[in-house]
């Protein structure tokens, strides 16, 4: 078993940045790929960014390249995201996800752990 522990969230006002932070725990060597996902009131469960193992392979969401960036320590089982130039269309409640398989692409249906989310909100 993961677990998965998100932080990091809170409230900014547009243009602000925030850093989110998931530490996992558990069999760590089992899950080569990283991810968050978020969800706004109301929608879809978004995938945002994920990352592979040796940071080699990311993926970025389209409402997201350029401002957002995914990385990870894995000395310290930690994956991050780095969010610049936040728009008020960010606020969701942002997850961190883990998965067994190789792809960085996978959907969310793919991803076997889930943290329990932190919320961000951004006002205009």
């Known amino acids: 078993q993961v677990q998965l522990v998100e932080s990091g969230g809170g409230m900014v006002q547009a243009g602000d940045s925030l850093r989110l932070s998931c530490a996992a725990s558990?069999?760590?060597?089992?899950?080569?790929?990283m991810g968050w996902f978020r969800q706004a009131p109301g929608k879809e469960r978004e995938r945002v960014a994920a990352?592979?193992?040796?940071?080699?392979?990311?993926y970025y969401a389209d409402s997201v390249k350029g401002r957002f960036t995914i990385s990870r320590d894995n000395a310290r089982n930690t994956v991050y995201l780095q969010m610049n130039s936040l728009k008020p269309e960010d606020t969701a409640v942002y997850y961190c996800?883990?998965?067994?398989?190789?792809?960085?692409?996978?959907?969310?249906?793919?991803?076997?752990?889930w943290g329990q989310g932190t919320q961000v909100t951004v006002s205009s």
């Open positions: 558990g069999r760590t060597f089992s899950i080569p790929v």
């Open positions: 990352i592979s193992w040796s940071a080699y392979s990311t």
């Open positions: 996800a883990a998965k067994t398989g190789p792809s960085v692409a996978a959907s969310a249906t793919r991803y076997d752990y």
